[in-house]
Protein backbone atom coordinates (compact mmCIF):
# COMPACT_ATOMS: atom_id res chain seq x y z
CA UNK A 1 0.00 0.00 0.00
CA UNK A 2 0.86 3.48 -1.09
CA UNK A 3 -0.06 6.30 1.21
CA UNK A 4 -0.06 9.78 0.70
CA UNK A 5 -0.79 13.12 2.54
CA UNK A 6 -1.50 16.17 1.46
CA UNK A 7 -2.92 19.81 3.62
CA UNK A 8 -2.90 22.94 4.69
CA UNK A 9 0.89 24.46 5.49
CA UNK A 10 0.93 25.72 9.54
CA UNK A 11 0.18 29.55 8.61
CA UNK A 12 -3.06 28.73 7.20
CA UNK A 13 -3.76 26.24 10.13
CA UNK A 14 -2.74 28.83 12.58
CA UNK A 15 -4.60 32.01 10.65
CA UNK A 16 -7.80 30.26 10.41
CA UNK A 17 -7.85 29.02 14.30
CA UNK A 18 -7.74 25.15 13.22
CA UNK A 19 -7.20 23.35 15.91
CA UNK A 20 -3.84 21.72 15.17
CA UNK A 21 -4.22 18.87 18.28
CA UNK A 22 -7.27 17.30 16.85
CA UNK A 23 -5.54 17.82 13.20
CA UNK A 24 -2.74 15.97 14.10
CA UNK A 25 -4.90 13.14 16.35
CA UNK A 26 -6.72 12.41 12.79
CA UNK A 27 -3.63 12.21 10.99
CA UNK A 28 -2.49 9.49 13.73
CA UNK A 29 -5.26 7.71 13.94
CA UNK A 30 -5.53 7.42 9.98
CA UNK A 31 -2.02 5.61 10.33
CA UNK A 32 -2.89 3.68 12.80
CA UNK A 33 -5.69 2.18 10.81
CA UNK A 34 -3.22 1.66 7.54
CA UNK A 35 -0.42 0.87 9.98
CA UNK A 36 -1.04 -3.20 9.54
CA UNK A 37 -0.57 -2.99 5.76
CA UNK A 38 2.61 -0.76 6.23
CA UNK A 39 2.55 0.96 3.44
CA UNK A 40 4.69 3.26 1.74
CA UNK A 41 4.54 7.01 2.30
CA UNK A 42 4.57 10.02 0.50
CA UNK A 43 4.87 13.72 1.85
CA UNK A 44 5.09 17.00 0.02
CA UNK A 45 7.40 18.32 3.17
CA UNK A 46 6.18 21.44 3.46
CA UNK A 47 5.18 23.30 6.80
CA UNK A 48 2.14 22.20 8.96
CA UNK A 49 0.26 19.01 7.47
CA UNK A 50 3.00 17.20 5.86
CA UNK A 51 5.45 17.26 8.48
CA UNK A 52 3.15 16.25 11.35
CA UNK A 53 2.81 13.36 8.68
CA UNK A 54 6.11 12.48 9.13
CA UNK A 55 6.45 12.76 12.33
CA UNK A 56 4.03 10.00 12.79
CA UNK A 57 5.37 7.76 10.33
CA UNK A 58 8.81 7.87 12.00
CA UNK A 59 6.66 7.19 15.36
CA UNK A 60 5.02 4.40 14.09
CA UNK A 61 8.74 2.95 11.98
CA UNK A 62 6.45 3.86 8.81
CA UNK A 63 8.93 4.47 5.71
CA UNK A 64 8.28 7.70 3.69
CA UNK A 65 9.48 9.32 0.68
CA UNK A 66 10.17 13.11 0.63
CA UNK A 67 8.71 14.65 -2.40
CA UNK A 68 9.89 17.76 -2.89
CA UNK A 69 7.93 19.93 -5.13
CA UNK A 70 10.11 22.64 -6.14
CA UNK A 71 14.20 24.03 -4.92
CA UNK A 72 13.96 26.40 -2.27
CA UNK A 73 10.78 24.87 -0.38
CA UNK A 74 12.92 25.18 2.79
CA UNK A 75 13.08 28.96 2.38
CA UNK A 76 9.15 28.94 2.39
CA UNK A 77 9.22 27.72 6.24
CA UNK A 78 10.36 29.53 9.24
CA UNK A 79 13.42 28.46 11.47
CA UNK A 80 11.91 26.16 13.24
CA UNK A 81 10.21 24.05 10.82
CA UNK A 82 13.36 24.24 8.96
CA UNK A 83 15.12 22.60 11.18
CA UNK A 84 11.93 19.85 11.54
CA UNK A 85 11.84 19.65 8.10
CA UNK A 86 16.48 19.22 8.08
CA UNK A 87 15.52 16.11 10.79
CA UNK A 88 12.75 14.60 8.64
CA UNK A 89 14.67 14.99 5.45
CA UNK A 90 17.56 12.64 7.03
CA UNK A 91 15.09 9.91 8.13
CA UNK A 92 13.47 10.14 4.70
CA UNK A 93 13.74 6.23 2.91
CA UNK A 94 14.28 8.38 -0.35
CA UNK A 95 13.99 12.15 -1.81
CA UNK A 96 12.61 13.17 -4.69
CA UNK A 97 12.02 16.24 -6.53
CA UNK A 98 8.00 15.93 -7.78
CA UNK A 99 5.14 17.44 -7.27
CA UNK A 100 1.26 16.62 -5.98
CA UNK A 101 0.20 14.85 -9.25
CA UNK A 102 3.15 12.43 -9.05
CA UNK A 103 2.38 11.32 -5.07
CA UNK A 104 -1.56 11.08 -6.66
CA UNK A 105 -0.51 8.97 -9.28
CA UNK A 106 1.41 6.55 -7.59
CA UNK A 107 -0.24 6.17 -4.15
CA UNK A 108 -3.11 3.70 -3.69
CA UNK A 109 -4.83 6.15 -1.12
CA UNK A 110 -4.69 9.53 0.78
CA UNK A 111 -5.00 11.58 3.90
CA UNK A 112 -6.04 15.11 3.25
CA UNK A 113 -6.51 17.83 5.21
CA UNK A 114 -9.01 20.30 3.95
CA UNK A 115 -11.23 22.89 5.17
CA UNK A 116 -13.01 22.83 1.35
CA UNK A 117 -11.34 26.33 0.13
CA UNK A 118 -9.76 26.54 -3.53
CA UNK A 119 -5.93 26.22 -3.94
CA UNK A 120 -3.28 23.07 -3.83
CA UNK A 121 -4.69 21.07 -1.61
CA UNK A 122 -8.12 21.16 -3.57
CA UNK A 123 -6.34 20.54 -6.48
CA UNK A 124 -4.93 17.17 -5.00
CA UNK A 125 -9.04 16.03 -4.45
CA UNK A 126 -9.77 16.82 -7.60
CA UNK A 127 -7.26 14.66 -8.93
CA UNK A 128 -7.77 11.58 -6.16
CA UNK A 129 -11.69 12.17 -7.00
CA UNK A 130 -11.07 11.82 -11.07
CA UNK A 131 -8.35 8.92 -10.44
CA UNK A 132 -10.89 7.32 -8.02
CA UNK A 133 -8.58 6.83 -5.41
CA UNK A 134 -9.73 6.51 -1.59
CA UNK A 135 -9.50 8.90 0.86
CA UNK A 136 -9.77 10.25 4.48
CA UNK A 137 -10.56 13.98 4.59
CA UNK A 138 -10.02 15.48 7.34
CA UNK A 139 -11.90 18.69 7.90
CA UNK A 140 -10.63 21.07 10.09
CA UNK A 141 -13.90 23.64 10.03
CA UNK A 142 -16.39 21.19 11.45
CA UNK A 143 -13.88 19.03 13.21
CA UNK A 144 -15.54 16.14 10.91
CA UNK A 145 -13.52 13.05 8.96
CA UNK A 146 -15.09 11.54 6.37
CA UNK A 147 -13.65 8.52 4.38
CA UNK A 148 -14.34 8.82 0.53
CA UNK A 149 -14.44 5.22 -1.24
CA UNK A 150 -13.90 6.06 -4.54
CA UNK A 151 -12.58 3.23 -5.83
CA UNK A 152 -15.27 0.43 -5.38
Known amino acids: MRLMISGHREHKIINNGYDIKWIQDCIEQCLFEVNGYKPLCYSGMASGVDLYFCHFCRELNLPY ?12 MNGLFRTIREGMLRDAKEIKKVKNSWMVENSDTAIVVWDGNKGGTANVVQQLVEKKKDFWWINPVGKVVWKCFLSA
Open 65 to 76: IACIPFDGQEET
